[in-house]
C-alpha cells in the first residue's frame, strides 16, 4: 500500500482528536528536529514554529531536508531525535493515519489521484469514513456530501469537471484535485510540495489566489522553487541549507541576506 494512499485511509470509527492547546499558541513546533540516513544528516536539529492560519513557504536547494521535513511532520520518516508537536500533541512516532486524524493533511510533488475514476468520485473516496469495504457500502451521496463536493471543486476551479474522469485533466488540474481531496478531509495543517510544479503561468496565479484563500481558515505549509510564486504568497519564508535553518523572514530579508544569496538565490 503506498505512503499517499495510508495517509487517506481513516476507519469511520475513527474521529480527531480534539485540541487543547490555546489558540494564541503555534499550531506547529518543530523542536531539535534530526535524522540521519546512513551516517548523512538530512536534517539537523531542525526548529521551527508555524502560526495558526499562517502561510508558510520553505525554500532552499537541493537536498536541504525541505522534503525530509515534510515526511517527518507527517509520520512517512521517523526522526532520529527531536520532535513534532501539533496542536501541543507530540506527533513523533506516531503511524501516518493518526497524524491525517489529528489534522495534518500532505499532498506529495507528483500528483496522485484515481485516473479512472471521475473528479466526483476521486472527491468521494477522500471523504472520512468513505474508505475500505465497510465505508463504501454505508457511503450515500446525500445534499450533504454534494454541497461540500460542491463547495471545494469550486474552490479549486473544478466545478465545472465534475462528471470527466481524471486522467483526462491537465497536470495543473490534477494538482488542484488532489488539493481539493485533502481540503474535503478538513485538515487544519496542510503540507504541500512544490503544488505549481508542471503548471501554466495562469495556473500558478490562479494557485497563489488559492493558497491565500486556503490560509484564511487554516495553516499551510509550501515547499517551492519557483520564487515568482513564493512573493506571490509568501509573508514568512524560511530558508534550509543543509538540514539547518539558514535563515527567516519576509521574501525581502531572505532574498537580501548574503548567505541565502551564496547558497541559493546566487546560483
Not at 493515519?97 to 475514476?117: C, M, N, W
Not at 490562479?206 to 484563500?213: E, F, G, K
Request: hydrophobic share 40%.
Amino acid at each position: 500500500m503506498s505512503a499517499v494512499f495510508d495517509i487517506r485511509c481513516i476507519a469511520p470509527s475513527e474521529t480527531r482528536v480534539t485540541s487543547i492547546a490555546s489558540h494564541a499558541e503555534p499550531i506547529l513546533r518543530v523542536e531539535d528536529l534530526t535524522v540521519s540516513f546512513d551516517g548523512f544528516r538530512a536534517v539537523d536539529g531542525l526548529s521551527l514554529s508555524v502560526d495558526r492560519s499562517e502561510l508558510r513557504v520553505i525554500i532552499g536547494p537541493n537536498g536541504a531536508g525541505k522534503t525530509t521535513l515534510l515526511d517527518m511532520i507527517c509520520g512517512k520518516t521517523r526522526p532520529s531525535s527531536g520532535r513534532v508537536l501539533f496542536n501541543g500533541r507530540d506527533l513523533t512516532g506516531l503511524a501516518e493515519h493518526q497524524i491525517v486524524r489529528a489534522g495534518v493533511g500532505r499532498k506529495f510533488q507528483t500528483p496522485s489521484v484515481y485516473e479512472d475514476l471521475s473528479v466526483i468520485e476521486n472527491f468521494e473516496i477522500s471523504i472520512p469514513g468513505a474508505q475500505g469495504v465497510w465505508g463504501s457500502l454505508r457511503f450515500r451521496r446525500n445534499d450533504e456530501v454534494m454541497d461540500r463536493i460542491a463547495t471545494v471543486a469550486e474552490q479549486v476551479f473544478l466545478r465545472p469537471l465534475l462528471d470527466h474522469k481524471a486522467g483526462r485533466l491537465s497536470h495543473g488540474q490534477k494538482q488542484w484535485l488532489e488539493i481539493g481531496m485533502l481540503l474535503i478531509q478538513s485538515p487544519e495543517l496542510l503540507l504541500l510540495d512544490e503544488p505549481v510544479a508542471g503548471m501554466s503561468p495562469r495556473e500558478r496565479e490562479q494557485t497563489a489566489d488559492l493558497l491565500n484563500t486556503i490560509a484564511q481558515g487554516k495553516s499551510v505549509i509550501v515547499i517551492e522553487h519557483d520564487m515568482d510564486f513564493v512573493k506571490r504568497i509568501a509573508k514568512k519564508v524560511t530558508v534550509l541549507h543543509q538540514g539547518r535553518l539558514l535563515s527567516e523572514g519576509s521574501v525581502a530579508a531572505v532574498q537580501a541576506d548574503p548567505r541565502v544569496i551564496d547558497v541559493y538565490l546566487g546560483h
